[in-house]
């Protein structure tokens, strides 16, 4: 099941809206820090994702993706 603070693949996911998450790299080594998944329709695994080195990108084309505004006073998966 894909859910926040889930860990797949080495990153701890902080978002979940519709058929896409994001996550955030778990190993500070990672060159691309953040990743944007498509969730399986089962909601048992991802697949298809999109790789960033930065956080602001990553969120910027999260929320183009999802349609949905990203509060960035709130704490991510630290």
């Given at each position: 099941?894909?859910?926040?603070?889930?860990?797949?693949?080495?990153?701890?996911i902080?978002?979940?809206?519709?058929?896409?998450?994001?996550?955030?790299?778990?190993?500070p080594?990672?060159?691309?820090?953040f990743v944007?998944?498509?969730?399986?329709?089962?909601?048992?695994?991802?697949?298809?994702?999109?790789?960033?080195?930065?956080?602001?990108d990553?969120?910027l084309e999260?929320e183009?993706?999802?349609?949905?505004?990203i509060?960035?006073?709130?704490?991510?998966?630290?």
């Amino acid at each position: 099941m894909i859910e926040i603070y889930s860990i797949i693949k080495g990153y701890k996911i902080y978002g979940v809206c519709g058929k896409y998450c994001i996550a955030k790299s778990v190993t500070p080594r990672a060159t691309d820090l953040f990743v944007i998944w498509k969730i399986h329709k089962n909601k048992s695994g991802v697949h298809t994702g999109r790789y960033f080195s930065n956080q602001m990108d990553a969120e910027l084309e999260f929320e183009r993706l999802t349609n949905m505004r990203i509060n960035y006073s709130a704490e991510t998966a630290e």
